[in-house]
């Protein structure tokens, strides 16, 4: 059976290659997929709410295909991760600063706008945007995981590495044996692995 489109794993490298096609719609449904929700809960950290959340990472994902496609991003040089960091702190330092502006507007005394103008230097920005790349990096790679094996392997690895039990604990809630709750857990860390790696890597030779 053909893998669905929809469905079907990429790696980050090829995802951006597909993004340099205007015409590949389904790559910018992907991108905003796999990467939106660090920026998300990173505006949300720097003092947005979920509907200047929502403006902001839509104007900083505009700016990050925009300068993709220029030329702009070169792996070569730092990580995507960092990459897009930037450009998202930009974009929000950039709503904030319209917030100052409307608040001003509203309050003569301008008690209302300190707020807004407390934004985090981009280093210590960057120790939230950090908590939230792993955060959304972990949870998208074991979503992906989870799919690629049968259940009780799954649970195997889940009950032995996430939920802490021990392999004897696992074995017995699994009904299975001692040695292939181990091989069940090497299996899904080695693959947890890669796919993390995929997420996070791209080629520069894309």
Request: contains cysteine; charged residues 35%.
């Amino acid at each position: 059976m053909a893998a669905d489109p929809a469905t079907e794993w990429l790696t980050t490298s090829t995802l951006l290659r597909r993004l340099r096609s205007f015409d590949d719609a389904g790559a910018w449904k992907r991108l905003l997929e796999r990467f939106r929700s660090p920026v998300l809960a990173f505006a949300r950290k720097l003092g947005l709410s979920d509907v200047e959340a929502d403006d902001a990472a839509q104007e900083a994902f505009l700016a990050f295909v925009k300068a993709f496609r220029d030329g702009a991003y070169d792996p070569c040089r730092g990580s995507l991760r960092k990459w897009l960091f930037g450009i998202a702190y930009r974009q929000i330092a950039n709503y904030r600063r319209k917030m100052i502006a409307e608040q001003v507007k509203r309050d003569e005394r301008g008690q209302s706008s300190r707020f807004w103008q407390m934004l985090p230097t981009e280093e210590e920005a960057s120790v939230s945007w950090d908590a939230e790349w792993e955060r959304a990096m972990l949870e998208e790679s074991l979503l992906r995981v989870q799919s690629e094996f049968e259940d009780r392997t799954y649970r195997a690895f889940h009950l032995v590495v996430r939920a802490a039990q021990s392999p004897d604990q696992a074995a017995q809630a699994l009904g299975m044996s001692r040695d292939a709750v181990y091989v069940a857990k090497h299996r899904v860390l080695k693959r947890l692995r890669e796919i993390r790696k995929d997420l996070e890597e791209a080629d520069p030779g894309e």
